[in-house]
């Protein structure tokens, strides 16, 4: 256990005097990583609370940063993934199609990163603090040798294989051009040196030993890099138009041979319930909605959507995804949603639900579809706030806004065309989310009335129609007296005062409604808030 609250899982990774670990966050359950670096390492903590402050897709959320144990501890998000470093080792090579894009979204978080006042050089940009995501996302690790530019000198950290000249030179200044060096040397390195002559030059001009001779800011070192990209597609599209020319009269009765064995083979493999025949389908027809929506129902069969199945649906359509229709890809990204939303087992399912749905509006769905994705994006938006607001401790949340977005997603939720179960699982959920933030609906002026109607409606509802189980009564009793049941456990936790403790203690709610019950702890907890 660190600091009292991280139970550490397993090892992460280790490198320099630094080490990370997978952690449960012990309140509420939620996966973390958390790194430490020894207090006698002198690393910029200013820096690191200056980071907790970040926002932006391709950086981690660092949550919390503290001091125990003869350590700096970093808490950040736990993300999936390889690092460049790895999927080299295991691929040896790679496109210079991969590069240039991996290239541009991290040029676009150095960007952000620049921008800050002041702003912030990252100081240790290599291979393996670049990892990609699920999805294809390139996400910048690693703050342990960032600098905020200005600052007064100190230790400096990197990686000297990948570190600007200056950054080796405790006598010269470091700006935001050290970073383009890092990663001039960094992709240098991912290429083998097997670049065209327009990426090379872009290279050269990274990684020049002047610093005055780089770009000098990130608007340039983009616009050139975008010159880049475009003429690797003008090539690309020149090569394509001669190999078409010269191949289309000879080979077109080949074709059509070919795509009717292709389509024969693809029904044979859509007539399989196997994860690598419907991979092999999307393969051979990825414009084809059905073998992605095929996948997807056979990983919640047995109503669990697990990380592994989640990443490798997530890997398919970061690959493939892109060939489908506008509306196909609305409605996939709508289902696979639904699917965090409900079955995935972990906290930030809420967190990967909301990406998805967000995916979902920029789609073409249904008007109804449309609703429900714009209501689910913005419960879940709340509930991610409020999981960082646990975390750290920070940011403002709208509690009026959270209550109202409850109240939508129940009326929204309520309609016979919602499967039983789904609807049964939603009410669960929205009861623990009622429950959980009673306290602070009540104090940003939910009255006690609006809660009662919404606990009422949730567990009166007659979410078991479809089923007609004689014991449905008794569970939906249980789902909300096991509700009382935490919230009781949750606020003895956070109790010092001998007197409260034996009242808490000596509470039977068993004779009570849930709402009765909950309205007591309300009272017990604003009892220990004026003692604060």
Known sequence: MIGGTYQVLEPLGKGGQSEVWLVLHKRICSLLALKRIPLRARWPRGELDYARHLDHPGLP?????????????????YLEGKTLEQLKQEKGSFSEKELLLWLRQLSEILEYLHSRTPPLIHGDIKPSNLMIGPGGRLVLLDFGAC???????????????????????????????????????????????????????????????????????????QRRLLRVCRKGKRNCLLFSFLAVFLLFFGSIIHIRRQNRTAEEQYQILMESSQTEELVSAIRLFPDREAAYQKLLQIDLLDQVFTREESRKLEEILGSWGEKLEKEAYGDLAYELGIAYWYYFQQAEGKNYAGVWFERALEGGLTPERQKKAKIYRELGSYCEKKTRQELSGEGALNWKGFFEAICACCVENSQESVPALLRERLQEELLSLCYDGLLYFRDNG??????????????????????????????????????????????FDTVQDNDIVEEIKELDMTHLTPMEAMNILYNLQNKIKNRW
């Open 446 to 491: 939910i009255t006690e009335t609006e809660l009662q109607e919404l606990v009422e409606e949730l567990s009166d509802a007659d979410i078991t129609a479809a089923v007609k189980d004689l014991t449905a009564p008794k569970k939906k009793q249980k789902i909300m007296y096991d509700q009382v049941d935490m919230a009781q456990m949750s606020l």
């Open 61 to 77: 959320r660092i949550y919390d940063v503290f001091e125990a144990e003869g350590y700096i501890c970093i808490v950040m998000e």
């Open 147 to 221: 600098l905020s530019l200005g600052k007064e000198k100190r230790e400096r950290y990197g990686t000297k294989v990948f570190a600007a000249p200056e950054q080796l030179d405790e006598k010269l200044e470091l700006d935001i051009r050290s970073d383009f060096y890092s990663a001039g040397k960094t992709f240098r390195f991912l290429s083998g040196g097997k670049e065209s002559p327009g990426f090379r030059r872009f290279l050269d001009i990274c990684m020049q030993e002047d610093r005055s001779r780089r770009f000098s800011d990130d608007r340039k070192l």
